[in-house]
Nanobody, 124 residues
Framework: QVQLVESGGELVQAGGSLRLSCAVSGRMFSSYAMGWFRQVSGKEREFVATIKWSSGNTYYTDSVKGRFTISRDNAKNTVYLQMNSLKPEDTAVYYC?????????????????WGPGTQVTVSS
């Protein structure tokens, strides 16, 4: 069993920055992939970024490339999402997920564990 807890979400003005954290505990394997997703009320949860815990390889959705950076700290068992140049359309609840599948998964069905989420609101 893997437990995930997100933090760092808050209200920020457009153009600002935030860093989200995802604390990982439990039975975690280095082969896992960690992902960030976001969800707006009434819409499906959408992929944002993913990182392979062992290699550090990453993949992003097009809308955040060049603005967001996913990283992990092995010693702290924490995954981060650095978000720069934030836009109002980035407003959502952000979720951290853990996946045991191969590669860099981008769909919610491939993630077995989820945190409770953290709210990010970007004002215009």
């Amino acid at each position: 069993q893997v437990q995930l807890v997100e933090s760092g979400g808050e209200l920020v003005q457009a153009g600002g920055s935030l860093r989200l954290s995802c604390a990982v505990s439990g039975r975690m394997f280095s082969s896992y992939a960690m992902g960030w997703f976001r969800q707006v009320s009434g819409k499906e949860r959408e992929f944002v970024a993913t990182i392979k815990w062992s290699s550090g390889n990453t993949y992003y959705t097009d809308s955040v490339k060049g603005r967001f950076t996913i990283s992990r700290d092995n010693a702290k068992n924490t995954v981060y999402l650095q978000m720069n140049s934030l836009k109002p359309e980035d407003t959502a609840v952000y979720y951290c997920g853990a996946s045991a599948v191969l590669g860099l998964p981008t769909t919610t069905a491939r993630y077995s564990y989820w945190g409770p989420g953290t709210q990010v609101t970007v004002s215009s």
